[in-house]
């Protein structure tokens, strides 16, 4: 089982930036995705930004050129770095882990609120 702990969220200014942070623990070495999803009150959750093992990475249109998602294997981590925020952007933060089993694993969230 795979343990996902998310950390960097916080109040930003419109067109500030944040960096979030999600480290993998358990069966880590079992991972071939990681990602980020997010959820906005009285929205649906959505996909943010998936990286996966090779590096390949995509992106939700709202977010493209704006978030990075990378990712540290020797740490087990996953990082998205989001430049440019709006208002729009403002959720809760969720990482997310897919493994070799076909589990997905999920982080407890963190809020990213982007208001002036």
């Known amino acids: 089982q795979v343990r996902l702990v998310e950390s960097g969220g916080g109040l930003v200014q419109p067109g500030g930036s944040l960096r979030l942070s999600c480290a993998a623990s358990?069966?880590?070495?079992?991972?071939?995705?990681m990602g980020w999803y997010r959820q906005a009150p009285g929205k649906q959750r959505e996909s943010v930004a998936r990286?996966?093992?090779?590096?390949?990475?995509n992106y939700a249109d709202s977010v493209k050129g704006r978030f990075t998602i990378s990712r540290d294997n020797a740490k087990n981590t996953v990082y998205l770095q989001m430049n440019s925020l709006k208002p729009e952007d403002t959720a809760i933060y969720y990482c997310?882990?897919?493994?070799?089993?076909?589990?997905?694993?999920w982080g407890q969230g963190t809020q990213v609120t982007v208001s002036s």
């Open positions: 358990g069966s880590a070495s079992s991972i071939y995705a």
């Open positions: 997310n882990a897919d493994d070799l089993l076909g589990s997905r694993s």
């Open positions: 990286i996966f093992s090779g590096g390949l990475t």
